[in-house]
């Protein structure tokens, strides 16, 4: 089992509570939950590499649609983060170099 750890991350100016823990008592088989009540976004720590990156942006897609009230459906999140994360991770020294200043 991994430790958890937690910290304050930004989300449209908003602080959120950013935790890697253990799922405990959430819905069997969740990866993560974005909950805006409660300025929150829970990820459990125990996924493949790649499918922490994917759940991070999935919950972050829910946390920003719940913001502004876009009123996302769960195929409409699992699209647009599907999308962002590919794009991510297939264009490496583009992200690096535009959003980090780093040469490629």
């Given at each position: 089992m991994t430790e958890?750890?937690?910290?304050?991350?930004k989300i449209?100016?908003?602080?959120?509570?950013?935790?890697k823990s253990s799922p405990g008592i959430w819905a069997e088989g969740g990866m993560g939950r974005a909950a805006i009540k409660y300025?929150?976004?829970?990820?459990d720590?125990?996924?493949?590499?790649?499918?922490?990156?994917?759940?991070?942006i999935h919950e972050v897609t829910h946390y920003i649609s719940d913001l502004l009230s876009l009123d996302l459906s769960e195929?409409?999140?699992?699209?647009i983060s599907i999308g962002?994360?590919?794009?991510?991770?297939?264009n490496p020294?583009?992200?690096?170099?535009e959003f980090?200043?780093?040469?490629?």
């Open positions: 958890s750890s937690t910290e304050i991350i449209l100016s908003h602080d959120v509570k950013f935790t300025g929150e976004i829970l990820i720590p125990e996924q493949a590499p790649d499918s922490l990156k994917s759940t991070i195929q409409q999140v699992d699209g962002m994360f590919t794009f991510l991770n297939d020294k583009l992200v690096n170099r980090y200043n780093k040469k490629n």
